[in-house]
């Protein structure tokens, strides 16, 4: 490792790091525009000039671009270098407009301090400032381009790191400019992230456009719960209010950067029709009123009906505590199995994913980006999980190739192989794969267990030749490679898949290759639910038991049986049935508004919460401010009331998990209390650090470390599937990045950034039934008919329709998240 000397300091850093992060180690910050450690290095502004004194180089040179070398004697203060770095400032100050009392940037903008700190105050240049016209990006990011001081970081972010095209560097010199070809949104669902590494006033956060500056908000490490990833965010709240949200250094997760879903999903937590008060029937009831009344009506029924006639809906967005104290609570109690996922398909898949993970084989986001062969698996990564395709684009960056092997028309950016095959298909195809890229050799040394089950492994796609080759070729490279990273999703897909994807990693780890394994989860803390679930208990068994009569109370914490369940006019029907509904939400949802007690909970922003995400990673969220109903609301946009109070407004809301540990201390004659933690240490050791984590932290895995040998669990069917009719078509129905999940369809900034929903079908096969892209078509489905846009694709399976689960579109009329139809079903409006 190199060793040199920087301000007469000494420092030792591994080979490869530059001369600006050496700096920095020791505390040493050299001014710097252009480089950004998420984008490395460019030398553009000119601005981290230092003098090398002596060693291999010397003279001023750009602290980014010169690698640390032995030798090296750096000075950051030497006069040379401080008027060189002055001259910069006053260069790029010459165009810059002094408009700091009105720019969002103000009071955190890295040009004020890099200004002050090189004592630039008087404009020796005499001429007219250069200016420009600023552009229309859509509803998140504002542009005020006359503050650009050229530093590239916005399109070297949006174009190199993140893939996309439709923002840039236009004209050249001194008038070149950063924008759009035109007026309009940016496609990027990572477009708000150059809002976060621009380093002046160019381009600003629009939602929270202001509200405030840095010093007048509550600031607190936070984390994203807008999907399975667990993404570090920091929460700016002011006035019992969240602002904004920005991305949070987490070098095991997310690294510098967030998607948009996650930026601004947040909104969800200011909705004035958030329940704010609990209450009984129709009345609003004090806290501890309501929270007696639910005790005393829940014991009658315990007593009067059995515990097995009581009930527990939770679901992913729970926070670990939250579904601790739901575990706790019915298995003390003696109630039924609580649920957490909306069917057994769902639960089995996702608790089989869990079971099958080890730290070992487990891969974060940061390992993806290291991988040199991804096959993707049962999974749309924008759609999501966005900030997975991020970090595959990284790998591919690299040189690695990237294979997706799923029948919806998914779009990544960046070029990759897309394999269109049916989704009962790809344990086939999978299986096809892994059989000609080890050999019964490398099997036979791992163990008697994998050599049969490579006998098992099917030769032959004999549905398409094309496919076939297609597979062939892929597993010569599959062969050549050393680290492949198998991405698989648990959302769509037949039952089997995720032990299929484990064993495929586990035989390919046995071929001596360092293999990892990525799963996606439908929500951000499904895999705590796995964890601590003991079956696959889901909302279909419990809307059959209430159905029949079995359950009389149910209670349904932060879950919405409405929202994503296909059927939703069965449970109309079935909640006529219960003599008690309890409902724990900070959402306004349609079971909360059919509840005979709503105890009002609280959201990660106002209250301390653990989750764990996709690779058992363990992480802890802080309170960003202590809630209450926003200003705003109280006084309608003008100075709060003048009346003092003991209590915050709207300030009743707990903790779901604390909310009932107070309701279950009636009912049980242990009583336990609040604190859920030695309850789950004794669930799961691996808890135990759960108590000492700091939320600065990269978080803890919550897995076994190893696993002893392979642990095939595959029985998997690698059968050949017959030609589907010409005459039907399934119907699957899938996420989008905006509009169907749950959190951020209540976010009126995350709703700017929603497209109509679309129904999309291959063109041949459109073409077949006299349909044509953007033809309004209805579809006649076992709840109804429904009218939607058609968009005819070319990258999608033979016989797929697929439909998003879109908040402005009626698709519960299917009934069903998969569903078989006629081409008689679907016509032209």
């Known amino acids: 490792m190199p060793k040199l000397v920087i301000d007469n300091l000494e420092i030792e850093v591994p080979e490869g790091t ?30 981290c000039a230092v003098k090398f004194v002596d060693g291999p180089v010397k003279g001023i040179e750009m602290s980014c671009m010169e690698d640390a070398q032995d030798g090296m004697v750096v000075s950051t203060t030497d006069p040379e270098a401080v008027e060189f770095r002055k001259y910069v400032i006053e260069w790029l100050m010459m165009n810059h407009p002094h408009d700091c009392p009105v720019c969002d940037e103000g009071g955190h903008c890295l040009l004020q301090d890099e200004t002050v700190s090189g004592g630039h105050g008087i404009r020796r240049y005499p001429g007219k400032k250069r200016t420009y016209r600023d552009q229309h990006l859509g509803e998140f990011v504002q542009h005020e381009m006359n503050r650009c001081i050229h530093c590239w970081r916005c399109r070297r972010f949006y174009q190199e790191f993140a893939g996309y095209r439709d923002f840039g560097a236009l004209q050249i010199a001194n008038r070149t400019y950063f924008g759009r070809y035109e007026d309009g949104a940016l496609e990027s669902p990572f477009s708000g992230n150059i809002i976060d590494i621009c380093p002046t006033g160019v381009l600003t956060d629009k939602p929270s456009r202001y509200r405030g500056r840095r ?27 969240i602002i904004r949200l920005e991305a949070r250094l987490n070098q095991a997760v997310n690294g510098y950067f967030i998607c948009d879903r996650g930026r601004y999903g947040f909104q969800y937590a200011n909705r004035s029709d958030r329940p704010r008060r609990a209450r009984v029937g129709e009345a609003a009831r004090p806290w501890p009123s309501a929270l007696d009344e639910a005790a005393e009506k829940l014991m009658h029924i315990h007593r009067a009906r059995g515990p097995q006639a009581v009930a527990c809906l939770g679901s992913p967005r729970c926070s670990v505590e939250t579904i601790g104290h739901i575990v706790r609570l019915s298995r003390d109690l003696g109630w039924q199995e609580p649920a957490f996922f909306m069917d057994a398909t769902g639960a089995g898949k996702t608790r089989k994913a869990v079971s099958r993970l080890t730290s070992s084989l487990a891969a974060s986001m940061r390992e993806a980006e290291e991988a040199d062969f991804i096959l993707a698996v049962a999974t749309d990564p924008v759609n999501e999980a966005p900030m997975l395709s991020l970090a595959m684009r ?25 394999i269109p095959v ?21 099997m036979e040394g791992v163990g008697a267990e994998a050599t049969a089950y490579y006998e098992r492994l099917p030769e032959r796609y004999s549905t398409d030749p094309s496919t076939h080759e297609s597979l062939l070729r892929l597993a010569g490279e599959l062969r050549d490679s050393r680290k492949p990273l198998l991405i698989c999703g648990t959302d769509v897909g037949p039952d089997e898949m995720p032990d299929a994807a484990a064993d495929f990693v586990s035989l390919l780890r046995g071929a001596n290759r360092d293999a990892r394994l990525l799963f996606t989860f439908p929500g951000p803390n499904s895999f705590g639910a796995a964890l601590l679930s003991k079956n696959d208990r889901s909302f279909s068994d419990i809307l059959h038991q209430v159905e029949k009569k079995e359950i009389k109370a149910l209670l349904v914490v932060e879950a919405d049986p409405f929202g994503a369940f296909p059927d939703q006019e069965r449970w109309v029907e079935a909640f006529k049935n219960l003599d008690l509904l309890i409902v724990l939400d900070y959402l306004p ?14 959201t990660l922003f106002e209250t301390v919460s653990h989750w764990v995400n996709h690779e058992g990673r363990l992480q802890k969220a802080s309170a960003v401010h202590g809630g209450g109903i926003p200003f705003r609301q109280v006084s309608g946009g003008s100075h709060p009331p003048r009346i003092f109070e003991s209590l915050v407004p709207g300030g009743e809301a707990k903790p779901a998990g604390a909310a009932l540990a107070d309701l279950g201390s009636p009912l049980s004659s242990d009583k336990k209390g609040r604190d859920i933690w030695p309850w789950l240490i004794a669930e799961n050791p691996a808890f135990k650090h759960a108590v000492s984590l700091d939320p600065e932290d990269q978080g803890i895995r919550v897995i076994p470390e190893e696993t ?26 899938v996420d989008w990045t905006f509009g169907t999940e749950e959190l951020s369809g209540f976010s009126s900034f995350a709703e700017r950034g929603e497209t109509p929903p679309l129904l999309m079908m291959r063109g041949d096969e459109a073409a077949r039934l006299g349909l044509s892209d953007g033809d309004k078509v209805t579809l006649r489905l076992p709840g109804g008919s429904l009218e939607i846009k058609l968009k005819a694709v070319r990258n999608m399976a033979r016989g797929l329709l697929v439909m998003p689960k879109h908040r402005r579109l009626a698709w519960q009329k299917a009934r069903s998240f998969f569903l078989r139809l006629s081409t008689h079903d679907i016509k032209r409006s």
């Open 18 to 47: 530059k001369v600006i992060d050496a700096a920095e180690k020791l505390g040493i910050m050299i001014p710097r525009f252009c480089y950004h450690p998420g984008l490395g290095s460019l030398g553009a502004c000119r601005m």
């Open 215 to 241: 010093w007048d908000y509550e600031r607190a490490p936070s984390l994203c719960i807008h999907c399975s990833l667990g993404c570090s965010v920091v929460g700016s709240a002011r006035y019992r209010e």
């Open 394 to 418: 990284q790998a591919f960056r690299k040189g690695a190739k990237v294979v997706v092997l799923d029948p919806r028309p998914v779009s990544l950016p960046f070029a990759f192989e897309h």
């Open 422 to 442: 049916l989704l009962e298909e790809m344990p086939l195809c999978q299986g096809i794969l892994l059989k000609h890229t080890v050999t019964r050799e490398e």
């Open 589 to 602: 949802t349609r079971s909360a508004e059919r509840a005979h007690i709503l105890l009002p909970t609280a």
């Open 708 to 733: 002893n040998g392979t642990l095939l669990k595959g029985r998997h069917d690698f059968a050949n599937r017959a030609q589907q009719d010409q005459n039907s078509l399934d119907l699957l129905i």
